[in-house]
């Protein structure tokens, strides 16, 4: 079983790294997020090559059913977020197993 690093946890490891406070750090990786959330919300998708990717994609309406009363039911169009790791930070997880 791995660890799991909280938000505090992370804030202190990069403000360690650089130097800088927490409080400037925890503002930093705030903004990141919402400026990454955003993006989204104006359906743009965000590349970080080799890392990661944050993709927004248009799901058209589809016909499903109740799985308590069968009853068929329409589920409206809307948008889906995904995400996928990139290349490089998969080698590097691969490495370290």
């Known amino acids: 079983m791995s660890n799991a690093l909280n938000k505090a946890e992370f804030v202190k490891l990069l403000a360690e790294r650089n130097g800088a ?3 400037e750090t925890g503002r930093f990786v705030d903004d990141f997020w919402e ?3 955003e993006q989204a919300e104006n359906g743009n998708d965000v590349n970080f090559i080799g890392i990661a990717s944050f993709k927004v994609t248009d799901q058209p309406s589809r016909e499903a059913r109740n799985p308590r009363t069968g009853e068929k039911v329409i589920i409206p169009a809307g948008k889906r977020g ?4 990139g290349a490089k930070f998969k080698a590097r997880v691969k490495k370290s197993s």
């Open 21 to 23: 406070t927490k409080a």
């Open 35 to 37: 400026v990454l959330m």
């Open 82 to 85: 995904s995400f996928k790791f």
